[in-house]
C-alpha cells in the first residue's frame, strides 16, 4: 500500500493569457467617452460629477452613459460599447459583489481595445487588483475612491467623482506600457478592519 497522498492546492489560475493596458490616447479632447454605470446605489450620483468636470475642464464633448442596472452581472454592451467608445470609466464598484463586476467590465473593454479604468472604494480595491489578474489583466487600472460611498449629503458624494477626475484622466492618457508598469507592482492598503496573517 502506498503511503503517498495527493493533496489539492485551491488556488486557481488566470482564466485568460495575460494582456497589458490597452494603448492610451495623448488626451482626451474630441474624443468619445463611455461611462458605464454598474447600477449601484450612489455610482450614478459619482459619474455624473465626474462627467461634469470632464466637460468643463478636459474637453470632451461626447459623454455616453451606458447602464446595467444591476451591479452583480456582468454588462451586456460590451461589444456595443467598445465600437461607440474611445474611452472608458467603469463603476462603482463599492461592495463584494459590485467590485468584481466592474473590474470584469472594465477588464472587457480593454480586451476589445478601448482604454479603461475602474472606480473602486478603498475597501474593494484589494479584491478589485485579485479578480483583475484572475481574468489575466495583472495591471488594470483602478482608481481608488474613499470608502465608504454612501453619505448622508449628496454633494459629498458627488466630490468623490470630482476628485477622481484629474487621476482617471492621468491613467487614460498615460501610454499603457508606463500604465502597466505603475498597476502590475501595485499594492492597495487592506480594508481597514481586515487583518494580514502572520
Known amino acids: 500500500m502506498s503511503s503517498t497522498?495527493?493533496?489539492?492546492?485551491?488556488t486557481g489560475a488566470p482564466a485568460t493569457a495575460a494582456m497589458s493596458p490597452a494603448a492610451r490616447p495623448k488626451s482626451l479632447q474630441g474624443l468619445r467617452v463611455g461611462l458605464l454605470d454598474n447600477g449601484k446605489e450612489f455610482s450614478d450620483v459619482v459619474l455624473e460629477a465626474l462627467a461634469e468636470?470632464?466637460?468643463?475642464?478636459?474637453?470632451?464633448?461626447?459623454i455616453k452613459f451606458w447602464r446595467k442596472g444591476f451591479p452583480a452581472k456582468g454588462a451586456p454592451f460590451i461589444a456595443e460599447m467598445a465600437a461607440e467608445t474611445d474611452v472608458a470609466?467603469?463603476?462603482?464598484g463599492h461592495c463584494g459583489s459590485s467590485s468584481p463586476w466592474s473590474v470584469i467590465?472594465?477588464?472587457n473593454l480593454e480586451k476589445a481595445g478601448v482604454p479603461t479604468v475602474a472606480l473602486i472604494s478603498?475597501?474593494?480595491?484589494?479584491?478589485?487588483?485579485?479578480?483583475?489578474?484572475?481574468?489575466?489583466?495583472s495591471s488594470l487600472p483602478i482608481v481608488m475612491l474613499p470608502h465608504p460611498i454612501g453619505e448622508a449629503d449628496q454633494g459629498k458624494i458627488a466630490q468623490k467623482g470630482v476628485d477622481a477626475v484629474a487621476?482617471?484622466?492621468?491613467?487614460?492618457?498615460?501610454?499603457?506600457?508606463?500604465?502597466?508598469?505603475?498597476?502590475?507592482a501595485k499594492k492597495f492598503p487592506l480594508p481597514e478592519h481586515a487583518v494580514p496573517r502572520r
Not at 5 to 10: A, E, F, G, R, Y
Not at 89 to 92: A, C, R, Y
Not at 167 to 184: H, M, S
Request: overall charge neutral; charged content about 20%; proline content about 5%.
Open 122 to 137: 478603498r475597501s474593494f480595491c484589494p479584491l478589485g487588483q485579485i479578480v483583475a489578474r484572475g481574468e489575466g489583466h
Open 5 to 10: 497522498q495527493t493533496v489539492m492546492l485551491p
Open 53 to 62: 468636470v470632464l466637460r468643463r475642464d478636459h474637453g470632451v464633448t461626447a
Open 105 to 107: 467590465d472594465a477588464v
Open 167 to 184: 487621476e482617471c484622466v492621468r491613467l487614460l492618457t498615460t501610454p499603457g506600457e508606463a500604465v502597466g508598469k505603475e498597476y502590475a
Open 89 to 92: 470609466i467603469s463603476g462603482v
